[in-house]
């Protein structure tokens, strides 16, 4: 698929930490379309092996899908060797699991990073990193990094200090991080760390700030409160209440996989997007409690149960977009409405995607 803004990537080779997941396998295909060559390096060790196979499409005996670890620098100097650009999505991305296991996430997300980053510096073929972070970072964010009121979303916002008591705030590049988590900080240490390490080297860089990903074939895990859109639609599928942590009066910026992994290929080769930090939204803020509402939309009957937040679970807040929009000439095609049918409707055709032990709960509800 031919187009203008990633042309510089046909024939090209591109290394995708993480490339075997939710958002590296998209970031894949988007890559094959562009005319690129990926190659994936991943552990595997996220979800059950047919979760990769049946859900992601991704097949381990290829040649372009590495299966190691990003803490392995002679693996990273041979596979670099070849390539013309790096795509680091690899992550422990579980905010939970980070909290619950911090020495794991230290070993991923920060050594698993410095590896990668002093094998790229040393690699004088990379034309390019792109460091995937996340909108986190910014926790519930600070006084002096809350703007204006846009316009366009002065109603809403206003209807939300209204019903909820408090206006989202909107989360610029320059927005003073607060990070609330173990996740969060091992994202604001990688962004630090790109910036020293291959800045020092004129290594070209770009963060990109992932908002609130979700969208088929997504798929939930246990002991965890992340993925609000596959978590809701999963449980409202069986017939379970939907859980409101604090009431779901949190605010997010839910942006589609799809608009992601293109976000991220432009990225990669925009020239403007040079050193630069990038937010990945839509610039619409939505509550956890209005996603429910979408879901239950979509099953009627669902029914709500509000439980308590979780530990480094931010109020959050929405992107600002503007700098997203002038640096990679792009906006998110699709909605929260749009993508909230599109993964109900996947899910009854698949519905193999909802574990078992899930299940086996609501059996138990109903016994």
């Known amino acids: ?72 620098p002679g693996l990273l100097r041979k596979v ?28 991923t997300n920060v050594i698993g990073t410095q590896v990668l980053l002093d094998a790229v510096a040393a690699c004088e073929r990379i034309r390019r990193l792109v460091f995937v972070s996340s909108a986190s970072v910014y926790g519930n964010g600070a006084p002096e990094g809350r703007a204006r009121p846009c316009e366009e979303h002065r109603t809403v916002r206003k209807l939300l200090e209204t019903v909820y008591g408090r206006v989202p705030p909107q989360f610029h590049e320059h927005t003073a991080l607060r990070p609330m988590s173990v996740y969060a900080n091992t994202k604001a240490w990688g962004e630090t760390q790109t910036t020293l390490i291959l800045g020092s080297r004129g290594t070209s860089y770009t963060i990109v700030r992932y908002f609130s990903v979700y969208g088929e074939p997504q798929v939930i895990k246990e002991n965890s409160h992340s993925w609000v859109v596959a ?36 990225a990669l080769v925009a020239p403007r997007a040079h050193n630069e930090t990038v937010n990945i939204g839509t610039g619409n803020p939505t509550t956890i409690r209005t996603v429910a509402e979408l879901v239950a939309e979509r099953y009627p009957g669902t029914r709500f149960v509000e439980t308590p937040m979780p530990p480094g679970d931010p109020l959050g807040g929405y992107a600002a977009t503007h700098r997203m929009e002038s640096v990679l000439g792009w906006r998110p095609a699709i909605t929260v409405k749009e993508g909230v049918i599109r993964y109900t409707n996947w899910l009854s055709k698949t519905p193999g995607a909802i574990p078992g032990w899930l299940r086996a709960e609501s059996e138990g509800s109903t016994a």
């Open 1 to 72: 698929m031919y187009d203008s803004h990633t042309e510089e990537l046909v024939g090209r080779t591109v290394l995708v930490t993480g490339g075997a997941g939710l958002i590296g396998s998209r970031i894949t295909g988007c890559l094959r379309r562009a005319g690129a060559r990926p190659i994936s390096l991943c552990s595997l060790d996220a979800y059950p092996r047919h979760t990769y196979r049946d859900l992601f499409g991704v097949d381990p005996t290829r040649p372009d899908v590495i299966v190691g670890n990003i803490q392995n």
């Open 80 to 107: 670099l060797a070849e390539c013309d650009y790096v795509i680091h999505a690899a992550a422990l991305a579980d905010v939970a699991a980070c909290t619950r296991t911090p020495i794991a996430a230290i070993h």
């Open 231 to 266: 978590w809701f639609a999963t449980r409202a599928a069986l017939g379970l209440p939907l859980h409101l942590n604090g009431g779901g009066h949190q605010v997010r910026d839910l942006v589609h996989v799809d608009d992601v992994a293109a976000a991220t290929v432009r």
